[in-house]
Structure formats: structure tokens, C-alpha cells
């Protein structure tokens, strides 16, 4: 039997490996949301060219992929998704999977039981009636929902889905917006959508709708 010193310098050295494996896990999980969420606002910004980029640079980034080896059916159900955005031929069917790749995320995090948000986090920014203010308070709402399907969180969903109804509501009545034909169905669409999303309960109708108003937003700001 080794001596008690011996058995402590083990124990210390068992605990600095664990501890430097959740450091790495931890490193890798922040560099691989961070990677999802870039493809996410190029889908926003209706870039389908820098969406496959970003998304093939992801599916392909095995020495990232491979911390989450062993994590279940959630990692590889998220890289099948990600492959599939990158192979995606138009915006539509890109949001369709990134959608799903954060529901993915979602339920990997609930297997794990693993909390990655504070529910009560994140403030909207100030109302403003300039259009810019306006898609900034957008980017907000369709960001908590996001954090919505990745953590996942009903609260912040449903935040971040009432935000959103209220300010396209009020975006329609900016003058921009009525000096434009094509503005005020879109923001209508994606005052209709946020509606839904409110109202959806199960996680695949948040999936649905999430990459329908994602498809609408891209599709707005081809006009801005």
C-alpha cells in the first residue's frame, strides 16, 4: 500500500487531469457555438455563399468535432445538420438546418444536464425609431430565441418570440418601411411567425418556425 503522501500527490494529479480535460471541453464547446452561431447570421444576412463556407469549415473541423466524440446521438445529430447546411442550395433549406442545429445543441445539453444560460440574462436594446435601432432590437429577440433552442430555454424562447412580434409590428408604421412596397409584408410574415412561435409548445414546431423567420429575415435584408 503506497504511503498517505504518495495516494494524495495521485489524487492531485487525477483531479489536474479532470480539471484540464473540462478546460479543453469547455474551450471547445464555446469555439464550436460560436462557429454555429456565424453560420446563423449569415443565414441572417441571406449570405448562402459564406453560410456553405462557414458550415463546411465546421463539419470538417474533426480535431474540434472529436472532443465531442463520445457525448451521444445529440453531437451527431448536430454534424449531420451542419454537413447539411453546408450542402444546402438556397437560403431556405440553409435555415431549415441551422434551425435544427441548435435544437441539436438543445438536446445534447439536456442529456448532460448541462445549464448554458441564465434564464433571466440579456436585455433588449432601447426603442428607436430609426430603422437601424429597429434591427438591432430584431437581432436581439431572434438571438434569445436562438438561446432558446441551444440551452435549451423555454423563458428565453418565448422572450425573445413576444419581443419580436411587438417591435415587426411597430416596424411596419416606420416610414421607411412605407416607403417601400416589398417591407411591410415582410415584417408582417415575420410579425405572424413570432405570433407562432409564441404559441409553440413542442420542440419541433420551434424548430419549424425559427428557420421559417430566419428564411424571412435574410429575405428583408436583401432590400435594406
Known amino acids: 500500500m503506497p504511503p498517505p503522501h504518495a495516494q ?31 453560420i446563423r447570421d449569415a443565414v441572417i444576412e441571406g449570405d448562402l455563399a459564406l453560410v456553405k463556407q462557414r458550415a463546411e469549415a465546421l463539419a470538417n473541423n474533426e480535431e474540434l468535432l472529436s472532443v ?35 435544437r441539436a445543441c438543445g438536446r445534447c445539453h439536456e442529456s448532460l444536464g448541462v445549464a448554458t444560460l441564465d434564464d433571466q440574462s440579456g436585455q433588449p436594446p432601447k426603442e428607436s425609431d430609426d430603422i437601424g435601432g ?12 436562438w438561446d432558446g433552442l441551444v440551452a435549451p430555454s423555454d423563458i428565453s424562447w418565448m422572450q ?12 411596419q408604421q416606420l416610414p421607411k418601411a412605407k416607403s417601400n412596397d416589398k417591407l411591410p409584408p415582410l415584417l408582417l410574415e415575420v410579425e405572424k411567425l413570432a405570433v407562432e412561435a ?14 421559417q423567420l430566419l428564411t424571412t429575415c435574410s429575405g428583408c435584408h436583401d432590400m435594406m
Not at 75 to 101: R, W
Not at 134 to 145: E, L, S, T
Open 68 to 102: 465531442f466524440a463520445d457525448w451521444g446521438a445529440g453531437t451527431k445529430k448536430m454534424k449531420i445538420e451542419i454537413e447539411k447546411v453546408a450542402a444546402s442550395s438556397d437560403l431556405p433549406s440553409a435555415s431549415v438546418h441551422i434551425a435544427a442545429t441548435a
Open 198 to 211: 409564441a404559441k409553440s409548445v413542442t420542440n419541433p414546431e420551434k424548430t419549424q418556425v425559427f428557420g
Open 8 to 38: 494524495s500527490e495521485e489524487l492531485d494529479e487525477a483531479a489536474s487531469d479532470d480539471s484540464e480535460e473540462k478546460s479543453e471541453e469547455a474551450l471547445a464547446m464555446h469555439e464550436r457555438f460560436l462557429a454555429v452561431n456565424s
Open 134 to 145: 429597429v434591427m438591432r432590437q430584431h437581432h436581439w429577440a431572434i438571438g434569445r430565441m
Open 160 to 171: 425573445g418570440a413576444k419581443s419580436l412580434a411587438e417591435i415587426a409590428s411597430q416596424a
